[in-house]
T-cell receptor, first 115, second 113 residues
Framework: DAGVIQSPRHEVTEMGQEVTLRCKPI?????LFWYRQTMMRGLELLIY????????DSGMPEDRFSAKMPNASFSTLKIQPSEPRDSAVYFC?????????????FGPGTRLTVL | AQSVTQPDIHITVSEGASLELRCNYS??????LFWYVQSPGQGLQLLLK??????LVQGIKGFEAEFKRSQSSFNLRKPSVHWSDAAEYFC???????????FGKGTHLIIQP
């Protein structure tokens, strides 16, 4: 299995630009999570989906952030407009529900730098 | 509010020495508990997990953790560390069901030769 795939691995952009981060979950997994990691706040859950439907977006910091999951194999996290304080590593994770709770598998992350 | 606390930001141990990383949680009920490891520039790898049952759980790479309900703790241990164990270690919890993970701030493990 290829694992969770994220792209790009690194993104450098200027303040005010739109940024789109992409995630391909593990095939067959029905939950998808987006996390953000910063030095100050550590790892935070932003939003998660179940069967492509957003379940909890209470962690999304502000309206500049949006996430979609148009199908079971693809999700995007968009920041528009980006700001320097959005600089962080963004992780995508997926999980399969089968007969109980199973662990989340994390992608390698996207390191975002907003200048 | 649900929270996970890792009281040690940095820990330095000598290669071959034993290791214990602390984790405390605050949840309404006993959560599902996890330990993840993150090497520099990498994603998170699951070391072990506790859902229920035996309070001593074994994980990969020779790690184990013990769940203690009375202390709301889930400490990670290894009897003899190797230089390759140097990394960031995260304790995490989930309320079960379908929600995401709440992470501690992490403990940075340094291995001295």
């Amino acid at each position: 299995d290829a694992g969770v795939i994220q792209s790009p691995r690194h993104e450098v952009t200027e303040m005010g630009q739109e940024v789109t981060l992409r995630c391909k979950p593990i095939s067959g997994h029905d939950y998808l999570f987006w996390y953000r990691q910063t030095m100050m706040r550590g790892l935070e859950l932003l939003i998660y989906f179940n069967n492509n439907v957003p379940i909890d977006d209470s962690g999304m910091p502000e309206d500049r952030f949006s996430a979609k999951m148009p199908n079971a194999s693809f999700s995007t996290l968009k920041i528009q407009p980006s700001e320097p304080r959005d600089s962080a590593v963004y992780f995508c994770a997926s999980r399969k529900t089968s007969g109980g709770y199973n662990e989340q598998f994390f992608g390698p992350g996207t390191r975002l730098t907003v200048l | 509010a649900q929270s996970v606390t890792q009281p040690d930001i940095h820990i330095t141990v000598s290669e071959g020495a034993s290791l214990e990383l602390r984790c405390n949680y605050s949840y309404g009920a006993t959560p599902y508990l996890f330990w993840y490891v993150q090497s520099p520039g990498q994603g998170l790898q699951l070391l072990l997990k506790y859902f229920s049952g035996d309070t001593l759980v074994q994980g990969i790479k020779g790690f184990e953790a013990e769940f203690k309900r009375s202390q709301s703790s889930f400490n990670l241990r290894k009897p003899s560390v190797h230089w390759s164990d140097a990394a960031e270690y995260f304790c995490a919890a989930s309320g079960g069901g379908a929600d995401g993970l709440t992470f501690g701030k992490g403990t940075h493990l340094i291995i001295q030769p």
